[in-house]
């Protein structure tokens, strides 16, 4: 019991030793530092990309009816997932 208690404070003051290493050694370096980055490399980013072609649009087909009780229902089909939507 006495062996356990000496190995966990010894474990405990080398971690503090180590964590203060690491904490002292960032201060004196300071934050990393981005490489300097010619201007013609940058060039590229003063003109947007161009755009795509403009692919085709078309509004899928509304089949309206009407229930028995005066409600007017619009459906659009579209069976790629099964999806309700009520508004």
Known sequence: ???????????????LVVLFE?????AVTGPPQKAHRSKQAEVWR???PKAAAA???TLPAVRETRLENGLTVL???DHRSPIVTIL
């Open 46 to 48: 003063k003109q947007p």
């Open 22 to 26: 690491i904490l002292s050694t960032s």
């Open 75 to 77: 459906f659009i089909e």
């Open 1 to 15: 019991m006495q062996m356990t208690r000496v190995k966990t404070r010894l474990f405990g003051l080398l971690s």
């Open 55 to 57: 692919r085709p649009f």
